[in-house]
């Protein structure tokens, strides 16, 4: 898909650039920039930030290395890339770690100076790789960015560390001129970012527009490339994580539902930066507490619940298994809470900053008892947003727990979201009932068998609920066997038919075929694009995506009905998939990778290509 | 659903607290009294009744929610403390509270306890203490005493027993309170204190549980030797007891010493009972007088005054409303960088 | 099944009573003393108790009724039976919550004395059921037990209230010249069990000689009843609970396994039994340890585990949530605990004295991450013995937490258990490495994928371990991607291949035809029972039974092919039917009765007929 | 696997004690320090290296046991103390030590810090104090300052926080010390003491977290103005301080006061560090003393034997073995009526 133009000028349609370095190198901010520049200037982008477990590894070491990986395009992409083209390697450290991702016949930029005896050591490397025919694979670029940079400043009036943190720059420079991009945004935003500092505001300006210049004087890069804008959707957009969705979603959320907001938590990665978020928000009257632990956050949201506020409270996974015995009084009780949690590898504390969807099963059954609660996942970092504001819908209007299951590469990779106007969100109603005369703490709502949420503060309405089996309408504590029959079928149906609250699932590509792929959650992207890229040539294929996973929406065995065969992609050893073949005793076969990574197009693309083999059909 | 326009505030009596549940405690369970002190307080406090809760963990003592007519929760095993925070800072104009055991609060629920105290949440907390769990029926609780036979130690109990007031104490407690199931009118009258405190009042309160654990307190408590075995503190007044009122506490250094009254000891030497004390020292050595080794002391330990949690935040959030203006949700939305795409 | 004998004797073979009356009336101890008097006359007996959840309940009030369930005969039983066929009310409220279990036609013994005003309003009867036709149905015998057993003790120096406590011998007395039951080994216990007090030995005596006589002078009973001596398997018997076979079968596999053990637990309904009973076993060298909640409960256990000891920890339900995070930790470091769960009705607090399977799925998913463990769960309370055992063999032997599925009904329920000979035990090796030259934490056999099992206290294997994501073979940390899938996959491995280490399932009855009915837990005897009566009717069904649930017996999927249905009867909402749907894509269908109570063996039977209609085959 | 007869101890060195993992915290980390001095302590303890097991929690501090050549286990947040329960109990012979940092410990594992220490279980517990969440990045801790701005207090945090010494205490500690990471020589003595007490020590050590909260500590231990601004108790001598050693702390009735030696004021005014004190008042009085009001204690603030949980339940089992025999399994099996079928 490469076009050349007279200018030796490339056109591309996608790139997907790698930021690796020292966790002290600023990897993440140039990262950033990159993205925020391709975004202003109209591709689409998409982003994965791989952060180190520790929080300062020794400088230079494989464990220090901090990676941010942008993909930038001329149409709709829904993944950051399943490998770079150009990776950006500022250490022996980072091109150890990251060299493998890089695509073959990729290009590697590197800091040259770097390349010393000390970091070779610490990087465990025998051989200096940039000498011999270790990366004969791959188009590598050696820049002395360390001393480029020195001399670029060496007016600066900066202390040589100083001098040495704007390395970043410098290679961004280079590859804002190897991609054609203004640097404007970023000079403002150096001014902004060190207005207190004009002295290392400047230095950066200067570094950067040396590696830009770096770039279009020498002669290391036989032509540079062009990715011309996307043609997206209309409207005024911003760069989003889905962490930042997320809290956003809670508290349009909050407005939406005319109820005040509580979200209580207790840091864990990668949930930890929705609590700092929402911690922000104070004017809006968000109320934040941090708990002395899991089993508090989810107490204090119970508690806020009964009161008639939004109970919200997140974590990640080993925090929801802390909250399990609660989530089961907030089934028993009936009460609207939300619990977010932002998946993370596992098992137990595992890899606390590498992403899978390990925790399905334990949101469907993590509890004692027959303890059904609803259960929706966002499928992008932007879709965190809406799925906030359904998480809260389906909560308040059908009085049940319900998990948000995200993950931690929806929560902290990011894309650009179409900023709404309040008007166009509907709100949704929440009622209080006040009328002592007809009040019943268990009486249920025909269609939905809702209870209603009775409030603290009403005359007249005092009542009692509790974790004991509770008496059909009246609440009271029942050890009657029908009754408690009752009562459980009561809240399972309940959940069922919340089915009739949620939209139909939609398939993308025709409505049946030879072969649907059926997804949940942060897979969205990669499946989408397979999927696309396999309809374009002429397979049989579709793909669904569930974003509410119980219940399940009410055509789903209908949809699957229609499809010779299911592929379930999952990252994790097949969790959805044990659920749909129990549910319709479909012969679902799984795609599972389970490595702390993102799941590769590729991957689901060769999966796609094995199951509809030869079987392709010409597309009218 | 019509709603009507509220009534002038009735006048609410005891019976107006009682709810329609059968109360199902053992018979001669130190539980009723303190139920019914509960009931007979709530009236005094003029408090409308929609807007008190009673929260509760699990445990004998946690049925009380059932019998009061409020609105009240029955929650699971140690957690109350944090429904009561959740419920407290979502809902600051309710009265809440918290209904726990020795088992529910200080064995599973020791933590939660330790920080609802430490950030002076404005919750009344009462614990009920029979040194024993009753609920399952008869295994020795983190207030038993080194020693105790029960089923689950029929060698005797090795844990060394948490002393419920010191430990509330040491949380940074800024209400705390000791009193007797059987001793009614202290009892209201102590619940009535905690009740008007602002921040978390700790409350404990000796409750006798005559299935499990009959008498475990009746060495000092019974009412005949009430008198010579424990000690009423009033504020502001020099420590005496005795049935003569003969007796009286001097504190040694940081130790206290039983004196007689007479021969040249007179009320000047002995302590003089300062609630108010900013410091907790003295009123952490009283805690710890046990008996026969010293009289019990009872009633209020310590009142100060500490800005509440919930103040705190609700002042944090007009802060940063008057400072930053009410949040503007849609300017939110389009913070940093945005670009447009037509 | 009757048989009219020259006597009056009329010849049964069962017979199930139940005795009910106020907690303070000894419902309890008549019944033991029914049973073991069964029992060592040589009858099957099984028995089941009922106590209030409120530990005393006003005098004479609904919720303070207790109940004690045995059933005897002359052939092997498996329940304690459906229903009862004889009901001694001691009181209107025992009455009124007993009286609907009650075989129609069944014989009522009243104590006519106590259905005075005061007990007829306590227990809500507007009208006295003595009078009128209200117990029409049934063969009433009013028998004024208070007043007669006041009588033959006037004499006996003791207090009115000693004297009326001692009513339920009186009405035992009734009961076993009812059944021809030999009186000599209760009076035998009452001198042991009173042999502080012999003034209230000699009451007792004194009553249930008193009753006795009653029953043969009065002519209110037509005739009495004779169960002869079952046939059952020799040996030496003695009635035993599954909570105390579970107790004695753990402190067994620690002499088979020769490792000390600690049991760690949080008292919890129904499972303080356990704690209580090993706490009595100090002289065996058992540990046991009362934490401060189900959190530390199990950290103790893990620590054990690392210390080389055999970790035990148990709870119910809820207690099993709070556990969730901790279990995950000795899924990564792969250490040998073992989970009591004796299940409880849920969800949340639930009715903690009724009994449910509801933590089938907890117990398999209850955790963040792919964290498989492995599962048994006994199915009659002798053969908690049996799976204690087995569940310390699994766990030391594959080196898995391993979780022992109990419940309530078999924690407390009865049956005779022949006493084993410890040379019948087969003992077995568990070992631990020594060499340090060739030792690694996380070295697997091959075979078995299992890891060693270093001890501290051993020179040259210091090793760390913990929740973090291991390496392979080193058991260092790693944040490998592809490291991670593997040691994902060989947790996920070793735990199904313990299916190689595990009984096949064996079928009851022929290994085809038309239906299956599979079970698992305390179901056992109400299937087997059902599918004996229906085989014997001709009925082409088979039962099997599972006590291995993860993984399952390896000849499963065999087992089911061979069937046209399977039926799997649940006291849930079909947790193991979702399971066996999922993984052989077999339609199940369930039988799900979640009511607190246990299964009854004609709700089985109906179904069965349902299923198996008209398709009645001839058996050879 | 042939198990070979175990050589004479050898002589171990503190490389002994290091192991071939690369150490991981942030350059500067005060973590650095204490590693040092603990790894340095080991061989003075005489103690076979794999007699010896580290149990950490989660967070930055809880890495130590990976760096320790010994047996080591880094569980989940807040639950080390439980699995040091179990070892000790099932492995009297371990030496065994619990690390713990301010949110591990007194946040979600305050319960089990509570119980362990109460319990008295013979084990070492270092509680490193940076007063923040060092690994998830700078959220405030339990011992954070009110109105601490962090991450998740923008506004500043309004917990009140709580004193780690003064909690230890609460929960009837028989050890409690604390010292300080920069100051080595004080450190591994603290260290060495806590080694050599039988049931749990607990050790508090301030650690500076030069990422999120650098110079927490830094205006009373910086080594300039520490004389002045810290206590270092000592074992019975009268409590001196400051560079020229010319202050002392004397109690007036229950409140320590700074005094200047000298103008009448000699040392026989002020008060004489016992760390042996039956009881706890005075132990306590100097945990609350805080800076700027008092100069900082460190040290050893007390130490006292009480039988240790693990003593006590070897005595029990030893106790019903010689009243009750060696149990046999064989006739537990057929205890109770039994009956036989042939
Ligand atoms: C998670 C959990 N663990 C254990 C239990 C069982 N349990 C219920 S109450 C109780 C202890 C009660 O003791 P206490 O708080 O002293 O109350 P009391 O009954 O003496 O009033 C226990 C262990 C439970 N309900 N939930
Ligand atoms: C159940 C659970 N909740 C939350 C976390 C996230 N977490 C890890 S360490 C930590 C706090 C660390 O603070 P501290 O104990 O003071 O250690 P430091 O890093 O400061 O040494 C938290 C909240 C977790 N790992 N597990
Ligand atoms: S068991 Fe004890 S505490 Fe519980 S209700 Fe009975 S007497 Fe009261
Ligand atoms: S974050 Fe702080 S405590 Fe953690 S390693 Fe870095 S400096 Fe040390
Ligand atoms: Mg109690
Ligand atoms: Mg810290």
Same mark, same amino acid.
């Given at each position: 898909m490469t076009t050349k133009d007279e200018d030796e000028i490339q056109e591309l349609d996608r790139v997907t650039i790698r930021f690796a370095g020292d966790s002290g190198d600023g990897m993440q901010l140039a990262g950033l920039q990159f993205t925020n520049t391709s975004a202003l200037f109209g591709n689409d982008v998409s982003t994965m930030p791989d952060y180190p477990a520790e929080i300062r590894a020794p400088t230079g070491s494989l464990p220090g290395v901090s990676a941010f990986q942008v993909s930038f395009s001329s149409y709709e992409i829904y993944t950051p890339g399943d490998e770079p083209d150009v990776l950006v390697a500022m250490n022996p450290a980072a091109l150890k770690t990251n060299l493998p991702d890089l695509a073959k016949g990729g290009t590697l930029v590197v800091n040259a100076d770097e390349f010393n005896e000390t970091n070779l050591r610490k990087a465990a490397y025998e051989d200096n790789p940039l000498e011999g025919d270790q990366l004969a694979a791959y188009r590598v670029i050696k820049v002395p960015i360390t001393s480029m940079n020195a001399r670029a400043l060496k007016d600066s009036g900066l202390s040589p560390q100083q001098i040495d943190r704007s390395r970043n720059s410098f290679a961004l420079g280079i590859m804002f001129w190897l991609y054609e991009r203004p640097m404007e945004p970023t000079l403002h935003w150096f001014e902004e970012k060190f207005a207190k500092n004009p002295a290392v505001a400047k230095a950066n300006a200067t570094t950067l527009k040396a590696g830009y210049n770096f770039g279009e004087t020498a002669e290391l890069f036989p032509d540079h490339y062009r990715v011309r804008k996307a043609n997206l959707p209309p409207g005024r957009y911003r760069n989003i994580t889905g962490n930042q969705a997320t809290a956003l979603g809670f508290l349009t959320a909050s407005r939406l539902a005319k109820r005040p907001l509580l979200y209580a938590s207790y840091p864990i990665t990668p949930a930890s930066d929705i609590l700092e978020e929402l911690a922000k928000f104070k004017r809006f009257g968000v109320k934040t507490f941090q708990a002395e632990d899991e089993l508090a956050?989810?107490?204090?949201? %119970?508690?806020?619940?009964?009161?008639?506020?939004?109970?919200?409270?997140?974590?990640?996974?080993?925090?929801?298994?802390?909250?399990?015995?609660?989530?089961?009084?907030?089934?028993?009780?009936?009460?609207?809470?939300?619990?977010?949690?932002?998946?993370?590898?596992?098992?137990?504390?595992?890899?606390?900053t590498k992403n899978e969807q390990g925790d399905l099963l334990q949101a469907m059954f993590g509890r004692n008892g027959e303890s059904p609660v609803a259960i929706v996942a966002p499928a992008t970092p932007g879709d965190c947003f809406n799925m906030a504001i359904e998480a809260i819908r389906i909560a308040t209007r059908h009085m049940v727990p319900t998990i948000f299951l995200s993950d931690g590469y929806l929560g902290s990779g990011s894309e650009p979201w179409i900023i709404p106007s309040l008007d166009d969100l509907e709100s949704f109603e929440v009622t209080s009932p006040t009328d002592a005369e007809t009040f019943e703490p268990y009486a249920r709502d025909k269609e939905t068998l809702v209870r209603p949420w009775a409030v603290?503060?009403?005359?007249?309405?005092?009542?009692?609920?509790?974790?004991?089996?509770?008496?059909?309408?009246?609440?009271?504590?029942?050890?009657?066997?029908?009754?408690?029959?009752?009562?459980?079928?009561?809240?399972?149906?309940?959940?069922?038919? %919340? &089915?009739?609250?949620?939209?139909?699932?939609?398939?993308?590509?025709?409505?049946?075929?030879?072969?649907?792929?059926?997804?949940?959650?942060?897979?969205?992207? &990669? %499946?989408?694009?397979?999927?696309?890229?396999?309809?374009?040539?002429?397979?049989?294929?579709?793909?669904?995506?569930?974003?509410?996973? /119980?219940?399940?929406?009410? /055509?789903?065995?209908?949809?699957?009905?229609?499809?010779?065969?299911?592929? %379930?992609?999952?990252? /994790?050893?097949?969790q959805l998939r044990m659920l749909i073949r129990a549910r319709f005793l479909v012969d679902a076969i799984g795609l599972n990778r389970v490595t702390g990574r993102p799941l590769k197009i590729r991957e689901v693309e060769e999966q796609i290509y094995k199951l509809v083999q030869q079987k392709a059909v010409s597309v009218a | 659903?019509?709603?009507?326009?509220?009534?002038?505030?009735?006048?609410?009596?005891?019976?107006?607290?009682?709810?329609?549940?059968?109360?199902?405690?053992?018979?001669?369970?130190?539980?009723?009294?303190?139920?019914?002190?509960?009931?007979?307080?709530?009236?005094?406090?003029?408090?409308?009744?929609?807007?008190?809760?009673?929260?509760?963990?699990?445990?004998?003592?946690?049925?009380?929610? !059932?019998?009061?007519?409020? !609105? +009240?929760?029955?929650?699971?095993?140690?957690?109350?403390?944090? $429904?009561?925070?959740?419920?407290?800072?979502?809902?600051?104009?309710?009265?809440?509270?918290? $209904?726990?055991?020795?088992?529910?609060?200080?064995?599973?629920?020791?933590?939660?306890?330790?920080?609802?105290?430490?950030?002076?949440?404005?919750?009344?907390?009462?614990?009920?203490?029979?040194?024993?769990?009753?609920?399952?029926?008869?295994? !020795?609780?983190?207030?038993?005493?080194?020693?105790?036979?029960?089923?689950?130690?029929?060698?005797?109990?090795?844990?060394?027993?948490?002393?419920?007031?010191?430990?509330?104490?040491?949380?940074?407690?800024?209400?705390?309170?000791?009193?007797?199931?059987i001793d009614v009118h202290h009892l209201i009258a102590t619940l009535e204190r905690a009740a008007?405190?602002?921040?978390?009042?700790?409350?404990?309160?000796?409750?006798?549980?005559?299935?499990?654990?009959? +008498?475990?307190?009746?060495?000092?408590?019974?009412?005949?030797?009430?008198?010579?075995?424990? $000690?009423?503190?009033?504020?502001?007044?020099?420590?005496?007891?005795?049935?003569?009122?003969?007796? +009286?506490?001097?504190?040694?250094?940081?130790?206290p010493e039983i004196v007689e009254l007479g021969n040249g000891v007179d009320e000047s030497d002995l302590l003089v009972h300062d609630e108010s004390r900013p410091d907790r020292t003295v009123a952490s050595i009283l805690t710890r007088m046990e008996y026969p080794e010293y009289p019990v002391p009872m009633g209020v330990f310590r009142a100060v005054e500490r800005p509440t949690y919930n103040e705190l935040l609700e002042g944090q959030i007009e802060e940063a409303r008057s400072r930053e203006g009410e949040g503007d949700l849609e300017a939110l939305f389009a913070q940093g960088d945005t670009w447009v795409v037509d």
């Open positions: 956050a989810i107490g204090a949201a %119970i508690g806020a619940a009964f009161g008639g506020a939004l109970g919200l409270t997140g974590t990640s996974g080993p925090g929801l298994a802390l909250k399990s015995e609660a989530i089961g009084l907030a089934v028993m009780t009936e009460l609207p809470i939300v619990i977010i949690d932002v998946q993370r590898a596992g098992p137990s504390t595992g890899m606390p603290p503060g009403t005359p007249g309405l005092e009542h009692r609920i509790g974790g004991l089996e509770k008496s059909d309408t009246t609440g009271l504590i029942s050890y009657d066997p029908e009754n408690h029959m009752r009562m459980v079928a009561y809240r399972q149906q309940k959940v069922e038919r %919340i &089915a009739d609250d949620i939209p139909e699932l939609t398939v993308l590509g025709k409505p049946e075929g030879a072969l649907l792929v059926l997804g949940w959650g942060s897979t969205y992207g &990669a %499946i989408i694009s397979a999927v696309q890229r396999a309809q374009s040539s002429g397979l049989s294929v579709s793909a669904a995506h569930l974003r509410y996973l /119980n219940p399940f929406p009410r /055509n789903l065995g209908d949809v699957l009905a229609r499809f010779d065969k299911v592929l %379930i992609p999952e990252l /994790n050893l097949g | 659903m019509t709603s009507v326009a509220p009534d002038p505030l009735p006048v609410l009596a005891r019976k107006d607290f009682v709810s329609d549940q059968e109360v199902r405690w053992c018979p001669g369970c130190g539980d009723y009294s303190i139920l019914a002190q509960t009931q007979k307080l709530m009236p005094e406090l003029g408090i409308p009744r929609e807007n008190i809760v009673f929260i509760s963990g699990i445990g004998c003592n946690s049925r009380l929610p !059932y019998y009061m007519n409020t !609105y +009240g929760f029955h929650s699971i095993h140690g957690r109350a403390p944090t $429904i009561a925070t959740g419920l407290k800072l979502a809902r600051p104009d309710l009265s809440i509270w918290v $209904i726990t055991g020795d088992g529910d609060g200080l064995s599973i629920g020791g933590n939660h306890l330790l920080h609802i105290i430490r950030r002076n949440v404005d919750v009344v907390i009462v614990l009920f203490n029979n040194r024993i769990y009753g609920l399952t029926k008869g295994q !020795y609780s983190p207030t038993s005493e080194q020693g105790k036979i029960t089923k689950t130690s029929p060698l005797g109990a090795i844990d060394y027993p948490i002393n419920a007031l010191s430990f509330a104490l040491g949380a940074g407690a800024t209400f705390v309170a000791r009193s007797l199931d008007h405190h602002k921040g978390t009042s700790f409350v404990e309160v000796y409750q006798n549980c005559n299935v499990f654990n009959d +008498g475990a307190f009746i060495e000092f408590a019974d009412k005949a030797v009430r008198p010579d075995r424990t $000690i009423s503190l009033e504020q502001g007044k020099p420590i005496i007891f005795g049935k003569e009122q003969n007796r +009286g506490i001097r504190l040694n250094g940081t130790t």
